[in-house]
């Protein structure tokens, strides 16, 4: 995204999003309000070499039109997230002395942004154990941006949350969820193991839209008692902070929200890491198992072992509760506040 600093403020006028053709930010940016551009790219590492050929190609003659994008836009700075997309942008920028700022999500930072953080003035990181993959003094940490309506349900109370839903404030609740798209294989552990979950606990499941369909079915499965304390959905919108407030466990991926999330909610949680983004995602969870606030599990031993952790990690308070202070310790309420100081005294010092 590239942005320009006016003296009455910012305005969505002041912002111009840089995307790839064919993303679904192509529909979400507009709808946001903001002004969209696009440009070819694709992923150089971890494909085979035709398609690191054919995607270098296009990286390549897309920085003759991120070039034109900056020089029609005249932004006062850049702010990248990673992603092959940014490079030409990148290098358009420096080429025409707009500075650049760079928000790490994850713990490790991939290819893109060990190259992008070259022709960057600052990059800011969720957690300190990023910066040791940057030269002294150009990472700050900042902490992870929780959306404004997530850091809003935090102050919910528990007992509304579960009203929300109709679920009973005596058992314990566990949030289940593998990403927008869902997780196939975190979906059928759980399906296979709620029989016996469900026998003491609660659950509140995000299957995602692709496994809906066979979710739906396993739910008309169960018994009145069972069903009684399920709740499955393809897809949580504006109840998905009250999800996190209601839960005493979490199941998720270790995408880099829960760097974020899992703390400004203070709950302890089951991550398993995606297979085919192994080494990031295991970064991800093995930061948080490390500071005692979650439970690695991986993927292969979902089937045998997703029920037994939930079931021993609920059973035991005392690390229930360990668990969540350690959550609550990593949150940096004001993340938002930080990253956008970042991005707006780089702008400042451009224009001075």
């Given at each position: 995204?590239?942005?320009?600093?006016?003296?009455?403020?910012?305005?969505?006028?002041?912002?111009?999003?840089?995307?790839?053709?064919?993303?679904?930010?192509?529909?979400?940016?507009?709808?946001?309000?903001?002004?969209?551009?696009?440009?070819?790219?694709?992923?150089?590492?971890?494909?085979?070499?035709?398609?690191?050929?054919?995607n270098?190609?296009?990286?390549?003659?897309?920085?003759?039109?991120?070039?034109?994008?900056?020089?029609?836009?005249?932004?006062?700075?850049?702010?990248?997230?990673?992603?092959?997309?940014?490079?030409?942008?990148a290098?358009?920028?420096?080429?025409?002395?707009?500075?650049?700022?760079?928000?790490?999500?994850?713990?490790?930072?991939?290819?893109?942004?060990?190259y992008?953080?070259?022709?960057?003035?600052?990059?800011?990181?969720?957690?300190?154990?990023?910066l040791?993959?940057?030269?002294?003094?150009?990472a700050?940490?900042?902490?992870?941006?929780?959306?404004?309506?997530?850091?809003?349900?935090?102050?919910?109370?528990?007992g509304?949350?579960l009203?929300?839903?109709?679920?009973?404030?005596?058992?314990?609740?566990?949030?289940?969820?593998?990403?927008?798209?869902?997780?196939?294989?975190?979906?059928?552990?759980?399906?296979?193991?709620?029989?016996?979950l469900?026998?003491?606990?609660?659950?509140?499941?995000?299957?995602?839209?692709?496994?809906?369909?066979?979710?739906?079915?396993?739910?008309?499965?169960?018994?009145?008692?069972?069903?009684?304390?399920?709740?499955?959905?393809?897809?949580?919108?504006?109840?998905?902070?009250?999800?996190?407030?209601?839960?005493?466990?979490?199941?998720?991926?270790?995408g880099?929200?829960?760097?974020?999330?899992?703390?400004?909610?203070?709950?302890?949680?089951i991550?398993?890491?995606?297979?085919?983004?192994?080494?990031?995602?295991?970064?991800n969870?093995?930061?948080?198992?490390?500071?005692?606030?979650?439970?690695?599990?991986?993927?292969e031993?979902?089937?045998e072992?997703?029920?037994?952790t939930?079931?021993?990690?609920?059973a035991d308070q005392?690390?229930?509760a360990?668990?969540?202070?350690?959550?609550?310790?990593?949150?940096?309420?004001?993340?938002?506040?930080?990253?956008?100081?970042?991005?707006?005294?780089?702008?400042k010092?451009?224009?001075?």
């Amino acid at each position: 995204m590239v942005a320009t600093l006016q003296k009455n403020g910012w305005t969505a006028d002041n912002f111009l999003w840089v995307g790839t053709s064919g993303q679904i930010e192509e529909k979400l940016v507009p709808k946001a309000g903001i002004r969209l551009e696009t440009i070819e790219g694709g992923a150089i590492a971890g494909v085979p070499w035709s398609v690191r050929l054919r995607n270098l190609a296009k990286l390549t003659l897309s920085i003759v039109k991120a070039n034109t994008i900056i020089g029609n836009f005249q932004p006062d700075v850049l702010f990248l997230t990673g992603g092959y997309v940014n490079g030409p942008l990148a290098v358009a920028a420096r080429a025409r002395g707009v500075p650049a700022a760079i928000y790490l999500p994850d713990i490790e930072p991939g290819m893109a942004i060990r190259y992008l953080s070259r022709m960057a003035e600052r990059v800011a990181c969720t957690a300190a154990d990023s910066l040791a993959y940057f030269s002294p003094g150009k990472a700050i940490v900042t902490g992870y941006p929780v959306r404004p309506e997530l850091r809003v349900a935090t102050k919910l109370n528990r007992g509304d949350a579960l009203r929300l839903f109709d679920l009973e404030p005596i058992r314990q609740t566990l949030f289940v969820f593998g990403g927008s798209r869902g997780a196939r294989s975190l979906n059928r552990a759980l399906m296979s193991a709620l029989p016996n979950l469900l026998k003491s606990i609660q659950i509140i499941h995000i299957s995602g839209q692709l496994d809906w369909p066979e979710v739906s079915d396993r739910a008309t499965e169960l018994d009145g008692s069972q069903r009684r304390f399920y709740r499955p959905y393809p897809y949580l919108h504006d109840r998905m902070g009250a999800a996190y407030r209601a839960a005493n466990l979490i199941v998720a991926r270790a995408g880099a929200s829960m760097l974020g999330e899992c703390p400004a909610f203070a709950v302890p949680s089951i991550l398993v890491p995606y297979p085919h983004a192994w080494r990031y995602q295991k970064i991800n969870a093995d930061y948080l198992v490390n500071q005692g606030a979650a439970v690695r599990l991986d993927d292969e031993k979902l089937g045998e072992e997703l029920a037994p952790t939930v079931m021993e990690l609920l059973a035991d308070q005392i690390r229930l509760a360990e668990m969540a202070h350690k959550a609550q310790k990593l949150d940096i309420p004001d993340a938002v506040d930080k990253l956008s100081h970042v991005i707006i005294s780089l702008a400042k010092r451009a224009i001075s």
